[in-house]
């Protein structure tokens, strides 16, 4: 029977991978590995082969199907704080310019502008989209009449991954789905 995964290209079944209470390692990035990392933990034993592709790969003594889910053995421990970048900066304010709640056109603003002193932390860079970030110019929201609609705060990874169910990434392998719990698919 003809199925997609089966003239699948191997570069393109990554194995999401879970942690050992079968929750995504991370879902910013979503944990992916690459198939060869996949089937070589595989064998280390240090993971369980949760869901596969049809794809398979062969070797002269082996052949196996690329595994397309796979949960570690051992429990890791996820990090309390996600990484300041532009991408997590964005889901935290939900791609939404933080003045006006336009999603278009979205830049920073250094909420205390850098000339005043004003730091490039969670603390002080706001989403803004480039009409607001004009308007508002080298001033504090106050100085320029603007109010900001949250305060900008040091996310939790808890509370990114919240965020994150609105917006899943571009390709979910069928067997992904039952892992990913996007408020996206329940809402359809
Ligand atoms: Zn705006």
């Known amino acids: 029977m003809y199925h997609p995964d089966r003239i699948r290209h191997p570069d393109s079944c990554p194995a ?3 942690n050992a209470d079968y929750t995504p390692l991370s879902y910013y990035p979503l944990s ?3 198939w060869q990392t996949a089937i070589k933990a595989v064998f280390l034993d240090r993971v369980d082969i949760v ?3 049809e794809r398979e ?8 199907q690329i595994p397309s889910v796979i949960a570690l053995k051992q429990y890791v421990r996820p990090s309390e704080y996600p990484a300041f970048t532009r991408f997590n900066l964005f889901l935290r ?21 850098r000339r005043a002193g004003g730091r490039t932390t969670w603390e002080n860079v706001a989403t ?4 607001c970030n004009l308007r ?9 009449g603007m109010r900001l609609l949250t305060m900008p705060i040091r996310p939790t990874s808890w509370q990114l991954q919240d965020h994150g169910r609105a917006f899943p990434p571009n390709y979910l392998h069928e067997s992904w789905h039952d892992w990913l719990y996007w408020d996206v698919e329940l809402l359809a």
């Open 32 to 34: 992916l590995w690459p």
């Open 93 to 113: 304010d939900r791609f939404m310019c933080q003045y006006c709640g336009s999603a278009h056109d979205l830049t920073f603003d250094h909420v205390v502008p």
């Open 57 to 64: 790969v062969h070797s002269p003594s082996l052949r196996m």
């Open 16 to 18: 999401l991978v879970l």
């Open 51 to 53: 869901a596969s592709y």
């Open 136 to 144: 508002k110019g080298g001033r504090t929201p106050r100085e320029a």
């Open 128 to 131: 803004a989209c480039s009409p």
